[in-house]
């Protein structure tokens, strides 16, 4: 049986699209003259390659923003792979068992499926068993390492530049369309956005470099749509929120906070506790920082980069 091409997709720039992985990841695709770009691979749902050659029969170009389970699912699809060194040990694709779980309580939280007592009925356009790719499906692609400042060039004048932005994960990267003046930063910037593979200052410093490139950028476009609708970008406050949290840690001024989790299921209150992060299954701490829209999770015990 074929895995779905029924993508819900926007174009959103000219030869710009965002590929929506039914709520599970966000997929870009940038055409230029000679070739194309595809940023990210999601979980693994559907033929990704297939929908994308219904818009575009050029060579494929496929960068990965960070190694996560939500990016690089469909990678095997793809001739060859660039992704920076520091996040090229992990496995392509990431365990079925593990994005299977991530994907179904992606779609009990976003009303995929009607939920319990009917979860039988899903309404997206894939059938998990079906559509999920496993995890030796197809060749592994050809990898290649992504380096600060490397550029793409699609042709006609698009050229892509890609830049280190590590925090979200030690490799993680985003990349500038000084053509259709547009940033992609997978998972370096969100309104709930988890940091810790890197001290709090190692990453405000990239986030600060983000921010003074926005003079040949007039958006953002992160890896998820949950805080923006599909084809729009991350409203202005996020980043300079973001910033202004971590100068506060850096600075010694720490207020954490405790929120319900972005999952959907009820969380209770644990006040029992005597402070509000938590141990994660490596060992290392986690609190939650809030200004405005913005939670930032950052692990207090890795605020310097001496330490």
Same mark, same amino acid.
């Given at each position: ?56 029969? #050029? ?12 990016? @690089? ?28 779980? /991530? ?31 496993? /995890?030796?499906? =197809? ?8 380096? /600060? ?7 006609? =004048? ?21 053509? @259709? ?70 600075? =010694? ?29 490596? =060992?290392? #701490? ?22």
């Amino acid at each position: 049986m074929a895995r779905t091409k029924l993508y819900p997709m926007v174009q959103f720039k000219k030869d710009t699209w965002e590929i929506d992985e039914f709520d599970c990841a966000s997929i870009f695709l940038l055409v230029g003259s000679e070739k194309a770009m595809v940023i990210d691979c999601g979980m693994g749902i559907g033929n990704l390659r297939g929908a994308i050659e219904q818009i575009t029969d #050029k060579p494929l170009v496929c960068v990965i923003s960070h190694g996560h389970v939500d990016h @690089t699912g469909n990678a095997r699809q793809f001739d060859e792979i660039w992704i920076h060194p520091n996040d090229a040990d992990r496995a392509i694709p990431q365990p079925f068992e593990k994005r299977k779980y /991530d994907i179904q309580r992606i779609a009990r939280r976003q009303k995929g499926c009607i939920g319990a007592p009917y979860t039988m009925f899903n309404l997206y356009p894939y059938d998990i068993d079906t559509d999920l790719c496993g /995890d030796e499906d =197809g060749e592994m692609p050809v990898v290649r390492y992504l380096e /600060d400042g490397m550029q793409f060039d699609l042709g006609g =004048g698009r050229i892509v530049t890609a830049y280190e932005c590590p925090g979200h994960s030690r490799g993680e990267m985003i990349f500038l369309d000084e053509q @259709t003046r547009t940033l992609f930063c997978g998972d370096a910037l969100n309104f709930n956005l988890g940091i810790g593979a890197e001290p709090v200052e190692k990453t405000l410093r990239y986030l600060k470099r983000m921010r003074d490139l926005s003079d040949r950028y007039d958006g953002i476009y992160n890896g998820h749509h949950d805080f923006r609708a599909l084809g729009r970008p991350l409203d202005g406050d996020c980043l300079p929120n973001v910033i202004a949290l971590l100068e506060d840690a850096v600075n =010694g001024r720490i207020c954490p906070c405790e929120t319900p989790s972005f999952w959907g299921q009820s969380v209770p209150l644990t006040l029992d506790r005597h402070d509000v992060g938590f141990v994660s299954p490596d =060992g290392s #701490k986690r609190i939650t920082l809030r200004r405005g829209r913005n939670f930032v999770g950052i692990n207090p015990d890795k605020i310097y980069e001496q330490e």
